[in-house]
């Protein structure tokens, strides 16, 4: 353990803070509208080069947010902090129409050591789903002698989900590992319709759709371990109750006239739940140089609603793969670890009655250790990612994402014992 590398590490914290504030919550799409908005995900830096798979995967100088059961394999002495952002630039596609947004959002930062022997922490700050949008749509209502009228709607929406997590992973059995997490989620939803008119005289309508929620709740996994490090395959699962959101969500009409505005009516809706997940995972792993990985997860929205919209299931399913050449750490080429991946998602919400889009990703990544005399096993993820929002229905929007993915896992012997000469 050495000075620089806290150094290097709080200053990367630093920057991580900063981009995550200047970029606020990192969104721009109308689709946010739905639901939670968007979904976050609880990848890391090597899943999210790897299509976003891990349930099933055993790294011990990574953290695996998406199995606790995985906590266990963390070295003994080890210290892990990884950390990671996003930039992005969003293609908007609606018929002939084009436009373009960058956006920067931060993703995590978690930290994992080992309590004893088969016994891992993990500690981490996620989002859970992400709101921002603001656009408008006119139309012409009335044409006469002295001018025509105009009607313009306006839509906005911010906010988000953010969860607090911290768990445990165990590993009784050479053969088995169980682990679970305890969470703590919180935020707050709020959307906005306007109704204005270019008739000054006729009134507007607001109408605002607000909630400020949070919840206890916990996930659970378990991951079968198969062979020797020579050749192992992994079978893992992992499973998260429903848990309903304390906080009503209620929406307030107002009518304005000129430039005041008045309570019309205010609505009380049934309260958000965060549905129940269950996801399998499996991973083939060949020595040092080779990962096979998939996953598929179930997340029960068919069983909640929003605002009293009801939600459809989402299905999500990845897989990945990572190769590491023979180390040799006097070539950089033969250092790196090389990532690629792929998933397919369905929506979880409907758009005018229609299913909402389906989203599939493609990635391709990179993995480059930090060696100097200090430190030989810290490692500095990047991916490039490529994601498609596809609408059900010919007509709606499409979205095009190009991501950059930047993260930084920092590995330190932080419980070794200085010996005394």
């Known amino acids: 353990m050495t000075r620089r590398i806290h150094i290097v590490s709080l200053c990367l914290l630093a920057l991580t803070a900063s981009l995550a504030a200047m970029a606020e919550n990192g969104m721009n799409s109308p689709y946010t509208r739905f639901g939670f908005g968007q979904l976050a995900t609880h990848e890391l830096g090597i899943h999210k080069a790897m299509g976003g798979t891990g349930i099933g995967m055993r790294n011990y100088n990574q953290i695996d947010m998406l199995n606790p059961a995985s906590y266990s394999t963390v070295d003994t002495l080890t210290f892990i902090l990884d950390m990671g952002t996003t930039l992005q630039n969003t293609n908007f596609v609606e018929g002939n129409i084009r436009k373009n947004a960058h956006n920067a959002t931060f993703d995590y930062i978690a930290t994992q050591f080992r309590l004893r022997p088969g016994l891992g922490m993990t500690l981490a700050y996620l989002p859970y789903s992400n709101i921002g949008y603001s656009y408008t749509s006119s139309e012409t209502i009335l044409t006469t002698d002295d001018g025509s009228i105009t009607s313009t709607n306006t839509y906005e929406g911010e906010g988000g989900l953010h969860q607090v997590r911290g768990g445990l992973g165990w590993q009784p059995f050479r053969w088995l590992s169980l682990g679970a997490n305890a969470n703590y989620t919180y935020g707050y939803l709020q959307h906005s319709v306007s109704n204005k008119y270019s008739e000054t005289t006729i009134n507007s309508r607001t109408k605002i759709y607000s909630a400020d929620v949070s919840a206890i709740g916990f996930d659970a996994g378990l991951q079968l371990i198969f062979g020797t490090d020579a050749e192992r395959v992994v079978l893992g699962a992992t499973y998260a109750p429903a848990r309903t959101l304390s906080g009503q969500p209620y929406a307030v009409d107002y009518i304005v006239s000129g430039s005041v505005a008045t309570v019309a009516d205010t609505v009380h809706y049934t309260p958000l739940t965060l549905p129940e997940t269950m996801g399998a995972g499996l991973s083939w792993r060949h020595g040092d140089h080779l990962i096979l990985a998939a996953d598929a997860t179930l997340t029960r929205f068919g069983s909640t609603t929003f605002f009293d919209q009801r939600g459809s299931d989402r299905w999500r399913y990845s897989a990945g793969v990572q190769y ?45 250790p930090i060696i100097n005399r200090w430190n030989q096993r810290s490692t500095v993820h990047i991916s490039g990612q490529y994601v498609r929002m596809q609408p059900a229905v010919p007509g709606m929007m499409a979205e095009n994402y190009l991501r950059l993915n930047l993260g930084v896992s920092f590995i330190e012997n932080w419980f070794t014992k200085w010996r005394v000469n």
């Open 324 to 368: 590491t050449p023979t180390y040799d750490r006097h070539n950089l080429f033969r250092c790196i670890l090389y990532r690629a991946g792929a998933y397919y998602t369905t929506s979880y919400y409907s758009v005018n009655g229609h299913p909402g889009p389906t989203e599939f990703g493609a990635s391709l990544g990179i993995g480059i």
